[in-house]
Structure formats: C-alpha cells, structure tokens
C-alpha cells in the first residue's frame, strides 16, 4: 500500500498569514498515462470533506484562489496564501493512482 | 445542482449485515465511477470500495479490511448505488460518505453505521 505522510499534524496559524501542509508518498504516483491522482480534501467539523484540490494543484470549482497545489513525484504541496477563519479544520491529503487509496493523517489547522 | 445521498446506516449487532444506499441527483450517474469512504469516530478518512461505470463492466474493487464482506453495486436507471455489508464488525463503525470518483468533487452527508452489541 502507498503510505501518505503528512507534516505538520497540527498548525496553529495568525489570521492573515500563509500556511503550508506537506505530503509525502511512499512511491510514486504518476500512473501509466503520466496522470498524478493527488487530492486535497478539507473537513469541518461535523462536516463531510470537501474536495480543494485534484491532481495536485487544479483548484475545484468554488475553491478561493488563496489556496494553492504544487508538487511532482512523491512530494506535493497545499499552500494557503492568508488563513481566513473559514479554513480551520483537517486537511487531507488523498492518493487514487493506486489501489487501495489511501489517505494522509490529516493536518489540524487551527487559529492562534 | 450535484447531489449525492447516502442512507441505510444505524445501529446493528456485529456478526450482522446492514445495506447501504447512494442516490444521486443533478448529473448522468451512469457517466461516473461511484466510490465509498468511511471514517470512523475522531479518526481520518477510508477508502472502501468503488464500483466503474457500465463502460468498464462495472468493475468493483474493494479495501481488503472489507473483501468478501462488503458488495457494491448499481442501478443506473434509478441513479443508485448500493454496498451491502455482511458479518459487520466493531471496527466498521463509522460514518459512511459515497462521492463521485476519480474527482472526488461531490459528497454526501454521510450515513452513520454502528456495529455494537
């Protein structure tokens, strides 16, 4: 199974400024057609995820252009440029190259 | 508008079996692979299982926590998709969401399953 591995866990972050979420893959996941199947997710509390990001850094539909994707290979990036208050909760990080699917810990982000 | 609705969950005995529903609404549901995830109380997200649509035979693939216990399936004329869960255990308590794959760009509330005694 490929491991996602999420950094950091927790973030406490100051309304206004930027916020960075690291994910790292045990393997690649660039499949056969050169497609990487890398998705962010954001989860509210008491809330379903919603998707941010796919295939790395392709914004969903809806999604503020503060938040932004980034990476290649094994190691992907979330940046959010100014944390509003509206972006505390768990963040994901999701792979589909690969069965089983598989997730990241999740990041906690919070405001100080 | 996109819609995904997942029922079917409650409280069941383990050693039991419970099915759950996806209806989708506000799209072709025939055109999309639907997949299952779950989460489980305080803790991240599962995948499950999915199933493809028609044009890859509806072809299923599932978690191996849940192989031969679980079967998806569908019924694209009624834009339903099913998972029956037999020999329910404790671990598969959780809330249970379906979403479109491989976008993952909609999803439903969730239906929460309790596996209890």
């Known amino acids: 199974d490929i491991v996602m591995t999420q950094t950091p866990l927790s973030s406490p972050v100051t309304l206004g400024q930027p916020a960075s979420i690291s994910c790292r893959s045990s393997?690649?996941?660039?499949?056969?057609?050169?497609?990487?199947?890398l998705s962010w997710l954001h989860q509210r509390p008491g809330q379903p995820p919603r998707l941010l990001i796919y295939?790395?850094?392709n914004r969903f539909s809806g999604v503020p252009d503060r938040f932004s994707g980034s990476g290649a290979g094994t190691d992907f990036t979330l940046k959010i440029s100014r944390v509003e208050a509206e972006d505390v909760g768990i963040y994901y990080c999701m792979q589909a190259t690969q069965f089983p699917w598989t997730f990241g810990q999740g990041t906690k982000v919070e405001i100080k | 508008e996109v819609q995904l609705v997942e029922s079917g969950g409650g409280l069941v005995q383990p050693g039991r079996s419970l099915r759950l529903s996806c209806r989708g609404s506000g799209f072709t549901f025939g055109d999309y692979t639907v997949t299952w995830f779950r989460q489980a109380p305080g803790k991240g997200l599962e995948w499950v299982s999915l199933?493809?649509?028609?044009?890859?035979?509806?072809?299923?693939e599932y978690a191996a926590s849940v192989k031969g216990r679980f079967t998806i399936w569908r019924h694209d004329s009624e834009s339903i998709a099913y998972l029956q869960m037999n020999s329910l255990k404790t671990e598969d308590t959780g809330i249970y969401y379906c979403?479109?794959?491989?976008?993952?760009?909609?999803w439903g509330q969730g239906t929460l399953v309790t596996v209890s005694s």
């Open positions: 393997q690649s996941l660039v499949d056969s057609d050169g497609n990487t199947f």
């Open positions: 979403t479109r794959a491989r976008g993952f760009d909609y």
């Open positions: 295939k790395i850094s």
């Open positions: 199933i493809r649509r028609k044009a890859y035979d509806e072809s299923t």
